[in-house]
């Protein structure tokens, strides 16, 4: 008995089918055949367009071309340390629009911090907040963050009279702060008297994978991010609004 495989012998097996000159000819077996095809390149990770793939493999290959690659490495990451500032740039412009106060952070470090998100060994994670209000002695901060996945998340934060962060806001006597969130899907931490995910789920890969395709469309594509920051910022604004009219 031998043991065949979706990669090395059902999918090779489509592909010469499809060729045949009596398939061509009777289109609704063709796009089935070439459909499930496609389907079992998603399902063991394999690239659809493979002629793609391979010219472009040929091309680095050729006349020493493959020199180029630490270059082409390279520009992949300066194009994502430049699409996830222009990210935070325009959230931290649509968010100018609701009340809420300059970004605590200063600017020059942001450059910095998505730099370090990628090429950085270790606390990868980092956030922008913004003070928007108060609460007995202590200053409200709205945050938003990139965990250590990858993932944006965002909540509400408190500093001190000295202007530091409180890392106690699980303690008791925060309950009636966090009762005030807007929702009740707030998760709770000592960093965090309430937070949560975005309706739209967000992510900044580290490296390219398939199951990660849509997030990296996200990424570099200029309008797929501008209408996500604007959802982000939308729903931000909302949850700001409901929280501080609680407060008052």
Known sequence: MQCITYREHIIPWLEECIKLETVLRIAPIREILLQYRDLLKDLTGQPKNTNTVMELSN??????????????????????????VRFWQDLAEKLSEIDVNRNIEEDETLEECCRNYYVGSKNRSFSRSFKIGSWKKSQITLSIEIEASGRVFYGFCLLDEEDEWVNSCNNEKYDSLAEKLPEKNYQRNDWYIGWKYPTDDLKFPLEYRKSDENYFCFLLNEEKRGEAVRKLAQEIAGEVDKFKKSLS
Do not use: C, D, F, G
């Open 59 to 84: 091309l680095l290959t050729k006349n020493h071309n493959y020199e180029l690659i630490p270059q082409l490495e390279q520009a992949l990451l300066e194009s994502k340390v430049r699409s996830q």
